[in-house]
């Protein structure tokens, strides 16, 4: 058995890039607010890699598709399929990139996991975050942007975007839990997790995630080259 598969791998601080997700309940905006931020950067020609869980990787994909549009899926077992796509995204995508000094925008990482596991599903969030860290050899990021948004805002601009998946069909008190967890997690890590109002215009939001990005990025020298 080869012993140094299992040696410590560098947590995020200790790589040349910058490692920032995404989370919010569904429909939030997330992946506008990537987009428009990755458009700044763009501009700022800062070199940034956008990703996604799940679904970064091909791999992923796969996953994504069982998750998400597959049958009836037993807590644990989806535990354990956002940890493997995550897994496999950390190892081919997010370290390779960072080690190469990008600046990674993920959209969903870990806490997605804890709120959405471990509080709504109720499997317990410090267990669903420890499978977490095991499964990424405890890649935590730099800068968590937490877009928070009363969860009906959320569902409503979710359901115009077209047919919901598995997760945004579940009831509202879902939704509550899980904002809820969110908001206790930014408590809990008050120096990486932001939280900012998603529940203003566009605009509004973007200026402020590109203010806590650039900020980061002005201290840390990352995206240069
Ligand atoms: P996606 O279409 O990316 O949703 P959104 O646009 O709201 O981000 O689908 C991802 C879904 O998977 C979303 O409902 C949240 C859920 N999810 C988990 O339950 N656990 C996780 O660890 C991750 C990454 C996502």
Known sequence: MNLSAFA????????????????????????????????????????????????????????????????????????????????????SVVR???????VVLTDRYLDSSIAYQGAARALGPQEVRDLSLWATGGLLPDLTILLDAEPFVGAARAGARGPSDRLEQEPVAFHSALREQFLVLARQEPERIKVVDADRPVEEVAAEVCGLVERLIAVHGAGRS
Do not use: N, W
């Open 8 to 91: 410590p791998v560098p947590p995020a601080h200790a790589y040349p890039g910058l490692f920032v997700s995404f989370e919010g309940g569904d429909g939030v905006g997330k992946t506008t607010q990537i987009e428009l931020l990755s458009e700044a950067l763009g501009k700022s020609g800062i070199a940034h890699r956008r990703t996604r869980e799940p679904g970064g990787t091909e791999l992923g994909a796969q996953i994504r598709r069982l998750l998400l549009h597959g049958g009836e899926v037993s807590p644990r077992a989806e535990a354990l399929l956002y940890a493997a796509d995550r897994a496999h995204h950390v190892d």
């Open 96 to 102: 390779p990139a960072l080690a190469r000094g990008e």
